[in-house]
């Protein structure tokens, strides 16, 4: 059975091969040790008929770029320089490993499929195209097609989610977990709490430009929201193909759905998005909650050895989504969907970076499902909460 220092060897292996890296992320300090940067982004880029690995090093003051060979990078080096966490997706895994307090290295390995993008310059390799009439339409770029420096962040976020999503459709389809989709037939997708609907936009024309017919649905609260986006979608001549509706996640009737997607709806409204996904046997499920509220107004203060944690208030907020999270992932499992919570923009883009990644496998078994849901059970009475997600699907 591998070892965790095996599996770090795994992971700081795949650092050197140009054919499987897709991306690694050094960051923190173990404990009395004092590595040179804050963080270390690496990935494959493709110079002239080189592949090169590119470092993104992060400082206080400073952010610097350079491309180096392959085998002039020393991964063991660096990481005995002392960093405590370590991220690494090849073309066929996602590997994660930290040091403990006590100093133990905890890894976890995860089959996925990640794609390589070996573009030098990103500015000219966007999956979302900047010059794009809706970006323009939406005010994520000027009229020369250069994304506006306030819209920087946000559209590096929606790019990701897409860059995420397309692999999980081609896998399903090729599987035919995902009915082929026609015109007659297209996804269905809906967007949850779309508010300016960036997401809802980029995603049914990015799958467009793939072949793969789509419909979308943006849900949001205010009518407002829902009149702009409707004003566009018949601007850009996609009235047919992507609507909006105002109104609650949890009031939105039942529909047949394929795909779910939530980009920072606020507290409890994550939990509603994925109800909603259960329900309606959605098949992906890619969600990035906001805040966490309300998990963080239940938690006690009074929970042995960890009362030293939580009478903190930074740490009990920053418990309270960790633990939100959990819960939340655990009951998608419970409900067949195989599930992970990654990391889908580095934290410098959004400190809400979380994103909950399902894909439905298959009911589970009587006997499995009672012991994912007492696993849930068990968390849930050690920390005196009722998570807003248990109570909605009724566990």
Known sequence: MATGADR???????????????????????????????????????????????????????????NIDFADFDP?????????????DSTTESITARFTKKGEPLVSVKRAENVQDLAHDKTRNHLIRPESEFAFRLG??????????????????????????????????????????????????VDHGCGNAYLTFAVHLFLLEQNISNKVIGIDRREDSRQRNRDAAQSLGLGAS?????????????????????LHACDTATDDALAWAVHNSAKIVLVAP????????????????????????????????????????????????????IEFVGDEHTPRNAMIRATFGEKLEDSNRQDE?????????????QPRLGQILEL
């Open 140 to 189: 994520l770029t000027d009229k020369t097609g250069r994304i506006k420096p306030s819209m920087n962040k946000k559209f590096i976020q929606i790019e990701e989610f897409v860059r995420i999503l397309l692999p999980l459709v081609k896998t399903m389809l090729e599987k035919q977990d995902l009915d082929e989709p026609s015109s007659s037939r297209p996804l269905t997708i």
């Open 290 to 341: 906001c805040c966490h509220q309300d998990l963080q107004r239940q938690m006690s203060n009074d929970v042995g050895p960890w009362s030293l944690v939580v009478t903190n208030p930074i740490l009990k907020q920053r418990l309270g989504d960790i633990l939100t999270d959990s819960f939340r992932a655990q009951l998608m499992r419970v409900f067949g969907y195989r599930t992970d919570v």
């Open 373 to 385: 849901i007492s696993k849930f059970r068990n968390l849930a009475d050690f920390w005196h909460v």
């Open 76 to 88: 063991e080096k660096l990481w005995h320089s002392g960093y405590a966490n370590l991220l690494v």
């Open 8 to 66: 770090i060897a795994l992971a700081l292996g795949i650092t050197t091969d140009p054919k499987r890296l897709v991306r690694a992320i050094f960051s923190g300090r173990r404990r009395n040790m004092n590595p040179e940067f804050e963080k270390i982004h690496l990935r494959p880029v493709q110079i002239g008929p080189e592949v090169k690995l590119q470092l993104v090093t992060t400082s206080k003051d400073k952010i610097r770029t350079t």
């Open 242 to 262: 992507v609507d909006f509706i105002a109104d609650e996640i949890s009031n939105f009737n039942d529909i047949p759905t394929d795909i779910v997607l939530a």
